[in-house]
Each structure stands twice: as C-alpha cells, then as structure tokens.
C-alpha cells in the first residue's frame, strides 16, 4: 500500500465532522481576499510591484492569476471539491504573501493581515494533507463511485 493511501485511509478513519466548518471558513474567507482584490486591484499590484509600476499601461498578469486562483480556490474549498489540488494551488500564493509583501513593508509587521496570512497557510497545509473529508463533494463523488462498482468505502 502506498503512502498515499495510508493517508487517505487514516484520514477517512479520522475525520473529525467539525473541520468541515473550518474548512468552508477558510474557503469562503480565500473566496473574499479574491473579492477584495477583484474590488480593488490597484491595491493588490501596488503590493506586488510597488508604486514604480502602476504608471505603466501594460497588463499585469499575476495580480489576475491570485485574484481568480483565490476565487477559484474559495469556492471549492467551501463546498469541498478538489481539496487538495485547491490548497496546492494556494501555498505559493498564501508563501508569497507572507515574505514579498510583508518583507515590502520593512520586515514582519505583527499586523492582522500576516495573522491571517499565516493561519490561513497553515490550514492550507492542513487540508492539503488532510483533504475534504466525508461531508464533501470530493466524499460524495467517492462514495457513490465505491457504490457503483459495489466496493465498501472505509
């Protein structure tokens, strides 16, 4: 048996009903930041390039791909679809904001949004190990699959 479904066994078997609510707290809470950013854009590439660049009259590719990747993202980490490939999606963008940004406003400012930024990786860690767990459209799909084919899921 491989690792990864030692991990997938261990965590059918162990799935507390509760992390569900963190789980849709942490999707809806990656599906606001996208809000957030899609509302105010000018904010978000002010972050990430500085003020030098927003003179320019080019596009601006990265600020789009964290703005749709956090709306994507939140969404299906609240209704549990793909869990773990959402929460891959989102360490390079939760690691970004942690050290370029905050780095940006002269070392770690102790503010709320590092708070944030680091709970919200680290629960992203979390489910990225843990996956959605029963009560998910990942657990749905896998469960009426096991029914299909008259196999019993853990």
């Known amino acids: 048996m491989s690792t990864l479904q030692h991990i997938r066994q261990w965590s059918a078997a162990h799935h507390p009903r509760w992390l569900v609510v963190v789980r849709m707290g942490l999707g809806l809470f990656l599906f606001a930041k996208g809000i957030n950013f899609m509302q105010d854009s000018a904010l ?4 990430i390039y500085g003020k030098s660049h927003l003179a320019e009259n080019t596009t601006h ?24 490939l959402m929460c891959l999606l989102q360490l390079p963008i939760l690691i970004g904001a942690i050290f370029d940004i905050n780095f940006q406003k002269g070392g770690f400012d102790a503010g709320p949004e590092l ?40």
């Open 44 to 47: 978000l590439e002010q972050l």
């Open 61 to 84: 590719w990265l600020p789009i791909i964290i703005t749709w990747a956090n709306l994507l993202g939140g969404f299906m980490l609240t209704v549990g679809l793909w869990t773990r």
């Open 115 to 154: 708070g944030l930024a680091i709970l919200a990786l680290v629960l992203v860690i979390f489910f990225l190990i843990e996956g959605s767990g029963p009560l998910s459209l990942d657990g749905y799909f896998e469960r009426n699959r096991h029914e299909e084919t008259g196999t019993k899921v853990p």
